[in-house]
């Protein structure tokens, strides 16, 4: 078990530039998860705590040793490739037991590890199988006991569950939140969904064009995003983002969008004062937009009015987009709401709720 | 490798009923001529065979009456089994350090970031095509100097260099096409890197080293020129030389035992042949290793 410092790591290849000036603590014991859109540098991050790759610039440190030049076997780390990387001449059971083997461990040892691991994983009735014999999420599963089987410094896990169904997705990740649990082994795990960051992580490490965003605990990223990339990457569906005009002008300052103007107080009229521009964005939570009866009228909301354009039922709720002069918001509403396609709703939401930023940096002013 | 599942899978699909309706045709055709020059090379093997059970052979294609096996015991009185142990040695020992050598030189250029990597295997290449005779006379030179003259074993290690630099390039190549992956999981699982090389890459790439193996062996039982100017001792006398010592001693040519010679001569790689094509038809893949 150990803590991973990376201080001002870069590393291109020629002229790409995959990670840029990466700065990263992960407590000793820590769950992360790394999330960020495909070729971010997700995976390139992974190969450089793991050693294949030498970062360019900066240092890596893994348990408090300078690590940039340790070679991978001498790290101790385990990790499961984002393509698995079975060794396809061996059976399952030869891969699971490889890493014991190489540390020359006892035949019994072996076999009760191997045993023990292939159980919780479901993989058993495998042993004897190559990996060419087995599914897509077999191999998974099987990349994933190579890895758990030993107790190493820290585990890098790319994409584990990628290519499991729903269910069993749901199971692992279970198995390893409880065997995090059981044993705390800092772990990096990178992964495209956003439920596995959200549920899983201790924290999440958002990252966009080999640049990190933001790294908070889920509920932070997902409550206070430092900037437009970061609140449309997490939540689902998506946050609702409005561009809109400051108006500083007589008798209070508004935000002129969605064709109203919105009264603000002055404490948010404060915050935005070192707004770069004129113009704004708006982020609004789908659950932060209510439907609202043309009957009652709460002081302190916006109210819109618009048309639904789409509506998705998905069971315990439904979504429905609404067309709001040039932009669409979407919104959840208790299932069976009647409304149908092309009918007049008003929605309301609170200002005070929303996250507003630059319109030209995109970082979060409130 | 998917690239290629690709393509064929494609051809399979497309593949319209015309086309295959003309084939249909066509085999027959084909076929009868393919035969006709599959005989014409058959012929002198036919003849080398009937010759050696024949102990009047001529040059001419006759059936033996009777079927003799004279000319087998004459040559073997004569030394051809000797002779074809020489043979073996020669081939055996060159091609287990030939194949050792190029094994672990093609997986250090294959994937170690080598200075003058580029030079070093344009050099190699240059070597392939090197001719023996150029390189005897120094060769003969080195061995009178350090008394490696008329010894098995230092031929056996010219006859692995000789075939070291193809089956450098040979093995380079193949190890080229294992994917990086699996050797980085066995590193972080804690493999050195010779247990890498040893576990992973040669069980990955078998199918190359026979290759390798088989070509090194079959120059090898083949070459002439190199035992016959390095050694000169009349016990450690190969197989291609001992065809050409006994054509060449008997005045008038004995063609049913020199049939039989060669028949001898010729089995160990017929046989090697056939021991080795089924592991080669066995294939090169990594199917299930990586996804993709
Ligand atoms: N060996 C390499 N040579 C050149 N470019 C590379 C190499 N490895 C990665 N890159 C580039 O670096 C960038 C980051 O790649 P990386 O594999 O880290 O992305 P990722 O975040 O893991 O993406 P994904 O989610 O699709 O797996 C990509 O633009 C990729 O093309
Ligand atoms: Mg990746």
């Known amino acids: 078990m150990a803590k991973i410092v990376l201080r001002r790591v870069t590393k291109s290849f020629g002229q790409k530039v995959a990670v840029d000036d990466l700065n990263l603590e992960v407590e000793d014991g820590e769950f992360v998860i790394v999330v960020g859109p495909s070729g971010c540098g997700k995976t390139t991050t992974l190969r450089m705590i793991a050693g294949f790759e030498t970062p360019n610039m900066g240092t890596l440190h893994i348990g408090g040793t300078l690590m940039n030049h340790v070679p991978p076997k001498d790290r101790n780390l385990a990790m499961v490739f984002q393509n698995y990387a079975l060794f396809p001449h061996m059976s399952v059971e030869r891969n699971l037991s490889f890493g014991l083997r190489v540390r020359h461990a006892s035949k019994k040892e072996i076999n009760t590890q191997v045993h023990e691991i292939a159980e919780m994983l479901g993989i058993r009735p495998l042993l004897d199988r190559k990996p060419a014999q087995l599914s897509g999420g077999e191999r998974q599963r099987v990349a994933l006991g190579r890895a758990l089987l030993r107790k190493p410094q820290a585990f890098l896990l790319d994409e584990p569950l990628s290519n499991l169904d729903a269910a069993l997705r749901t199971q692992m990740r279970f198995e390893l939140k409880r065997i995090h649990a059981q044993f705390p082994v800092t772990t990096v795990y990178v992964t495209h969904d956003q439920v596995e960051a959200m549920t899983m992580a201790d924290r999440i490490v958002l990252m966009n064009d080999g640049e990190l965003q933001q790294v908070a605990p889920p509920e932070t990223l997902y409550a206070e995003p430092v900037n437009v990339f970061a609140a449309g990457f997490i939540g689902s569906p998506k946050i609702n983002l409005v561009s809109a005009r400051i108006d500083h002008s007589s008798g209070g300052s508004a935000l002129r969008c969605l064709a109203t103007a919105i009264p603000l107080t002055t404490e948010i009229a404060d915050q935005l004062r070192s707004a770069q521009s004129e113009t704004v964005t708006i982020g609004i939570r789908p659950e932060d937009i209510l439907p609202q009866s043309p009957m009652d009228d709460t002081p302190g909301r916006a109210v819109v009015s618009g048309t639904v354009e789409v509506i998705e039922p998905l069971g315990a709720e439904t979504h429905i987009a609404v067309r709001v002069g040039d932009d669409i918001l979407t919104c959840r509403t208790p299932p069976r709401s009647g409304l149908e396609m092309g009918s007049t709703i008003n929605l309301s939401f609170d200002i005070a709720q929303a996250t507003i930023f630059d319109g030209t940096s995109g970082l979060r002013l409130c | ?292």
């Open chain 2, 1 to 292: 490798m998917s690239a290629d599942q690709l393509v064929t899978t494609e051809r399979e699909v497309t593949a319209p009923a015309v086309v295959r309706k003309r084939r249909s045709l066509a085999r027959p055709v084909l076929n009868v001529f393919m035969i006709v020059i599959g005989l014409v090379f058959l012929l002198p093997l036919l003849w080398l065979i009937l010759a050696s059970f024949n102990p009047t052979a001529d040059g001419t294609l006759a059936m033996p009456h009777p079927f003799s096996l004279l000319n087998y015991h004459l040559v073997i009185r004569a030394g051809a089994g000797a002779a074809i142990r020489n043979s073996l040695y020669l081939a055996g020992v060159s091609t287990v350090i030939a194949t050792a050598v190029s094994t672990m030189a093609g997986f250090m250029l294959a994937r170690r970031k080598i200075r003058f990597k580029g030079l070093v295997l344009v050099l190699i290449l240059f070597l392939t095509g090197l001719p023996i005779t150029l390189l005897l006379i120094p060769t003969y030179q080195i061995f009178v100097h350090l008394n490696w003259l008329n010894s098995k074993f230092y031929t056996s290690l010219v006859l692995a260099s000789m075939s070291v630099p193809f089956s450098i390039w040979l093995l380079k190549n193949f190890i080229g096409q294992v994917p990086g992956e699996f050797e980085e999981a066995a590193a972080i699982e804690g493999a050195s890197e010779i247990s890498i090389l040893f576990r992973i890459v040669i069980p990955l790439i078998i199918p190359g080293i026979l290759v390798a193996a088989i070509l090194t062996f079959i120059n090898s039982w083949g070459s002439f020129l190199i035992p016959l100017v390095l050694d000169a001792n009349p016990s450690d006398t190969p197989g291609a030389v001992g065809i050409y010592q006994f054509m060449s001693a008997n005045g008038q040519v004995q063609f049913g035992q020199l049939a039989a010679y060669s028949v001898l001569f010729s089995v160990p790689v017929i046989i090697l042949y056939l021991i080795s094509s089924r592991w080669l038809s066995g294939g090169f893949s990594f199917a299930g290793g990586v996804k993709g």
